[in-house]
């Protein structure tokens, strides 16, 4: 995976310095959080600079539980639910495109089973979408 792009601590990322990285993908960063807003207003986001990985990442709750962490690359922004034992029963029946469920499956034995998607698209958000369903069906 490409290496996230907010790395200066100094940076915070407004949304100014969020357009200068997504660039085509900035439209589609817009309609995630404008789904996010319009039909879970009880999100919480927050971001914030981890040493241990040098960047900035954006951590999305809901009732202090963890739905995703999100982070920025050279022209995308990346996705990461982490998901329980009650979301490996669903996963392989659910509309995520297969490589995300092989993704899923190949994290068996983990401690934390996750599954990651790069979006730049639309058609992306739509996947984002079905994995967020799958993350509050099963939290």
Do not use: C
Not at 58 to 77: E, I, M, Q, Y
């Amino acid at each position: 995976m490409k290496k996230p792009v907010l790395s200066d601590p100094a940076i915070y990322p407004t949304d100014e310095v969020l357009s200068s990285h997504l660039r085509k993908a900035k439209p589609s960063f817009a309609l995630l959080f404008r789904y996010n807003h319009e039909n879970f207003p009880e999100f919480v986001e927050r971001w914030k600079y981890y040493n241990d990985g040098k960047s900035w990442l954006l951590n999305v709750s809901r009732k202090k539980k963890t739905l995703f962490w999100l982070s920025v690359n050279d022209g995308a922004f990346r996705t990461t639910f982490y998901l329980n034992s009650r979301a490996a029963l669903s996963v392989p029946g659910s509309k995520i495109p297969k490589e995300l469920k092989d993704q899923f499956r190949e994290s068996e034995g983990k401690t934390f089973r996750g599954i990651t998607v790069v979006l730049r698209t639309k058609k992306d958000v739509e996947v984002y979408k079905e994995l967020l369903a799958l993350k509050l069906a099963t939290m």
